[in-house]
Nanobody, 128 residues
Framework: EVQLVESGGGLVQAGGSLRLSCVASGFTFDDYAIGWFRQAPGKEREGVSGISPSDGSAYYADSVKGRFTISSDNAKNTVYLQMNSLEPEDTAVYYC??????WGWGRAWYVDDEYNYWGQGTQVTVSS
């Protein structure tokens, strides 16, 4: 059974940091790309960051570049999202998702329809 389990969300003041974790199981970790998405109330889901665990290539939305860092620990089948300098606009439910990696994945890492598996989400709330 494929599972993606997120953790690490919470309430933090603006300027603070959180680290989200996404633990994957039920599939060959190196064969899949992992994306982080978020959805705020009343807004569409948007891509935040993506990584290819097989080669480490990483991608970021413009809104989080320089503040968020994605990484993977292949031995633990885990992808992390380190979020620094958090802003109230970062408040959302954060989801990790897995997509079977194919040539050109990086060009559309932010397209949620491409992802096969999703976690249940973890709430991040940033107070001003």
């Amino acid at each position: 059974e494929v599972q993606l389990v997120e953790s690490g969300g919470g309430l933090v003041q603006a300027g603070g940091s959180l680290r989200l974790s996404c633990v994957a199981s039920g599939f060959t970790f190196d064969d899949y790309a992992i994306g982080w998405f978020r959805q705020a109330p009343g807004k569409e889901r948007e891509g935040v960051s993506g990584i290819s665990p097989s080669d480490g290539s990483a991608y970021y939305a413009d809104s989080v570049k320089g503040r968020f860092t994605i990484s993977s620990d292949n031995a633990k089948n885990t992808v992390y999202l380190q979020m620094n300098s958090l802003e109230p606009e970062d408040t959302a439910v954060y989801y990790c998702a897995a997509e079977f990696e194919h040539w050109g994945w990086g060009r559309a890492w932010y397209v949620d329809d491409e992802y096969n598996y999703w976690g249940q989400g973890t709430q991040v709330t940033v107070s001003s």
